[in-house]
């Protein structure tokens, strides 16, 4: 049987905070860092030109955009858990998500792709690798909690890091989003007190008549943290750890373990990466005005760097 297998963190709050933050963060040091990034990231682009400038209107809009909150894309072969870890992801670390199917235009707005595995890898994953930025791509062996164990997760994520080139994270997204209310958790405890494990077949777990309450609120456990979840929470109220004091206690527990808040530290780190193309795309803006002749020598000389108007 498996066992919780992890070791039970919490305190995530202040990473999370700083994943969920604005680009800008007050951060410096990426590969842009021009004065007109400087000026992006302090809000006051405007200021640049002449206030009669026809670039103001160019410059208040390229400069919101610029400031826009961090969104990531989550990609995925269907099936893979990408709605679940979307919603991961939102809840987890405040990201704004663009989830699968969510249409073009969010698909522009992407500053960053979170590319998420199960299993085996397939073809159509080192496909759709190849086909997002390098610099900004994050892969995720999702589901990682249906490996039995999850030191099997961790040597899967290897196995597909080696193949692929780059670093895999083993994440339950389905953990992540633990929730447990007042019945599940005490229903949890009653059999941890009866010491009733979770049985290796899964369906085993299933007992009480169909249609009972008992049986419903297993089948709601086995949607809701599934077999790894319920075995790691049976052993976690048995061994009378302070961590399951409570339903609340407990589902942080579980949302701790499942691998999404340490994403918070891969994803920072591609924040410099991001600033770079958010001022690649805030320069294609002033190329376009000036080339549309709106205040052409002020645009250029913003483009060359020559900083804040006379
Ligand atoms: N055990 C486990 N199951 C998961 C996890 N994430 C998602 N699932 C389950 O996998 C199934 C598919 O999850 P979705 O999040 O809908 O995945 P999707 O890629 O959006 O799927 P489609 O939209 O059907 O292509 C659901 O039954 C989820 O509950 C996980 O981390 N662990
Ligand atoms: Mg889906």
């Known amino acids: 049987m498996p066992g919780p297998g992890r070791e039970m963190r919490g305190g995530s709050d202040d990473e999370e905070a700083a994943v969920g933050a604005p680009v800008n963060g007050g951060r410096r040091g990426g590969p842009a860092g021009s004065e007109l990034s400087v000026a992006a990231e302090q809000g006051r682009l405007a200021d640049l030109v002449d206030p009669g400038s026809p670039l103001v ?3 208040t809009a390229a400069g919101r955009r610029f400031l826009r909150p ?5 990609v995925g072969r269907p099936g893979t858990g990408r709605d679940t870890m979307a919603r991961a992801l939102r809840e987890r670390l405040s990201l704004t998500v663009i989830g699968p199917g969510e249409g073009e235009q969010g698909a522009a707005d992407a500053d960053l792709w979170l590319l998420v595995l199960a299993g085996l890898l397939r073809r159509a994953d080192r496909e759709l690798l190849a086909s997002l930025p390098s610099d900004r791509v994050l892969v995720v062996l999702g589901k990682a909690d249906t490996h039995g164990d999850w030191d099997s997760a961790v040597a899967v994520a290897s196995t597909c890091a080696t193949r692929l080139g780059t670093p895999v994270y083993p994440v339950s997204q389905l953990l992540a989003c633990a929730d447990l209310d007042a019945a599940e958790f005490a229903a949890l405890t009653t059999m941890a007190a009866a010491g009733v494990g979770m049985p290796s077949m899964a369906g085993r777990f299933l007992i009480g008549r169909p249609g009972s309450d008992e049986r419903l609120l297993r089948q709601g456990l086995l ?5 790894y979840g319920i075995d790691t929470a049976l052993a976690l109220i048995e061994s009378r750890s302070p961590v399951a004091a409570t339903a609340q206690d407990l589902s942080r527990a579980l949302r701790d373990a499942s691998g999404v808040p340490d994403l918070a530290g891969p994803l920072g780190a591609r924040v410099g990466h991001i600033r770079y193309w958010r001022e ?3 320069r294609c803006r002033l190329e376009e005005a000036a080339a549309a002749g709106l205040d052409r020598p002020g645009a250029e000389r913003l483009l060359a ?6």
Request: no cysteine; hydrophobic share 55%; net charge neutral.
């Open 70 to 74: 961090l969104h990531v894309q989550v």
């Open 280 to 282: 690649v795309e805030l």
């Open 223 to 227: 949607r809701r943290i599934d077999a």
């Open 305 to 310: 760097g020559a900083g804040v108007a006379g």
């Open 57 to 59: 209107p160019v410059l």
